[in-house]
């Protein structure tokens, strides 16, 4: 089974420290992705990436930013956290790339920040 | 301004009986189309694939209208265990960064 692994269930910060969330992959997959997840908003795309060193951003990356160094490492920063930041991030991988039925992605369990 | 659009629930149906919900999308240049569920403080998981031409996983048929831009799960025999909230998900295109989440929709099965 794939397994994507989150380092950290619950996080709880202050404002202005900066944040780190690691995801890894345990499958080679290629793609790796940043979402949040809010109440009434939905899963919203951060970052991602389709290569090692490579990231794109995704709708909605101010505030955050990316390392890809390995391919089954993905790691979300937080340079200066605010509240606004408060939510339950998602790490995700897939394996396809460039194929119109990608749809399958498979989450980690999430992390859930609450920054103070 | 990609959208995609669901009726939040909650849908509070008994054991045994047939559930039905839709899910709108905006960008008529949409290439494929999936139903995904998530479980309470759990992660989303792809639950199937919707076809053109609609298809069946056991209890589960999926259908899709491009005409009118709609998506529809239908969920027969509903189990207790159907309790979740179903996102529908779009992808405006090829790649998989383009999947677009629907917000859900809380479906409660109820004994």
């Known amino acids: 089974d794939v397994k994507v692994t989150q380092s950290s269930r619950y996080l709880v910060k202050r404002t202005g420290e900066k944040v780190f969330l690691e995801c890894v992959q345990d499958?080679?997959?290629?793609?790796m992705f940043w979402y949040r997840q809010d109440p009434g908003l939905g899963l919203r795309l951060i970052y991602f990436?389709?290569?090692?060193?490579?990231?794109e951003k995704g709708d909605i990356p101010e505030g955050y930013s990316v390392s890809r160094e390995k391919k089954e490492r993905f790691s979300l920063i937080l340079e200066s956290a605010s509240t606004n930041q408060t939510s339950m991030y998602l790490c995700?991988?897939?394996?396809?790339?460039?194929?119109?039925?990608?749809?399958?992605?498979?989450f980690g369990e999430g992390s859930r920040l609450t920054v103070l | 301004r990609k959208e995609v659009e669901q009726d939040p629930g909650p849908f509070n149906v008994p054991e045994g009986a047939t559930v039905a919900f839709n899910c709108t999308y905006s960008?008529?240049?949409?290439?494929?189309f999936f139903w995904y569920r998530q479980d309470c403080r759990k992660e989303p998981k792809l639950l199937m694939s919707?076809?053109?031409s609609g298809n069946e996983d056991g209890r589960f048929t999926a259908q899709l209208n491009r005409a009118s831009q709609y998506i529809s799960l239908l969920i027969r025999d509903s189990k207790l265990s159907d309790s979740a909230t179903y996102l529908c998900?779009?992808?405006?295109?090829?790649?998989?960064?383009?999947?677009?989440f629907g917000k859900g929709t809380h479906l409660i099965i109820q004994p």
């Open positions: 998900v779009v992808n405006i295109r090829r790649g998989a960064d383009g999947l677009t």
């Open positions: 499958m080679d997959h290629e793609n």
């Open positions: 990436s389709y290569d090692v060193k490579m990231k």
């Open positions: 960008n008529s240049a949409s290439q494929s």
């Open positions: 919707v076809y053109s």
């Open positions: 995700a991988s897939s394996p396809y790339r460039g194929d119109a039925n990608t749809g399958e992605l498979f």
